[in-house]
Nanobody
Framework: QVQLVESGGGLVQAGDSLRLSCAAS??????MGWVRQAPGKESEFVAA????????YYSGSVKGRFTISRDSATNTVNLQMNILKVEDTAVYYC?????????????????WGQGTQVTVSL
């Protein structure tokens, strides 16, 4: 069993940066990712990272602005979000998959955090 706890959300202005963190407890040999859900929109898988950290995925809407990383020492996955846009406003969920390799299919993830709100204003 894995428990995921996100932190780092908040209210920022367009162009600002935020860093989300996801602390994982329990067995931690998992690929992990971040999915966001904005009101009235379909969920979007924004970033993922393999268990080793060697391979990463970014959606087209965040590539070049967001960076996913993991710290094995603290069992934490981070999402550094730069040059934030109003359209990045959403609840961001951390997810873990009981595989070493990531996938960008949200349905393939086994564990989910409670979500953290990110709001970007003009």
């Amino acid at each position: 069993q894995v428990q995921l706890v996100e932190s780092g959300g908040g209210l920022v202005q367009a162009g600002d940066s935020l860093r989300l963190s996801c602390a994982a407890s329990g067995h931690t040999r998992y690929a992990m990712g971040w999915v966001r859900q904005a009101p009235g929109k379909e969920s979007e898988f924004v970033a993922a990272i393999s268990w080793s950290g060697d391979t990463k995925y970014y959606s087209g809407s965040v590539k070049g602005r967001f960076t996913i990383s993991r710290d094995s020492a603290t069992n934490t996955v981070n999402l550094q979000m730069n040059i934030l846009k109003v359209e990045d406003t959403a609840v961001y969920y951390c997810a873990a998959r009981d595989k070493l390799a990531y996938t960008s299919a949200a349905g393939e993830y086994d564990y989910w955090g409670q979500g953290t709100q990110v709001t970007v204003s003009l």
